[in-house]
């Protein structure tokens, strides 16, 4: 919602984004995560998924939960 007016997210399974960045997401539709501002199906290597949120692995590991 910016001046107004609602603005769809430019990815079809964000259900909310930056009004002045409709590329970068803050959150993802059930059953998918959030990685770097983009709804993605798995968080994949170096990434574990927190509630929906791909946090970053400690210590550079590849695979953590």
Do not use: A, R, T, W
Request: net charge negative.
């Amino acid at each position: 919602f910016l001046e107004g007016k609602c603005l769809k997210c430019e990815d079809p399974h964000c259900l909310f984004c930056d009004p002045h960045n409709l590329n970068s997401c803050s959150v993802c539709e059930s059953g998918k995560v959030l990685l770097n501002g983009k709804c993605e199906d798995h968080c994949g290597n170096g990434y574990f998924n927190k509630n929906g949120v791909c946090e970053p692995c400690q210590n550079n590991c590849m695979i953590c939960f």
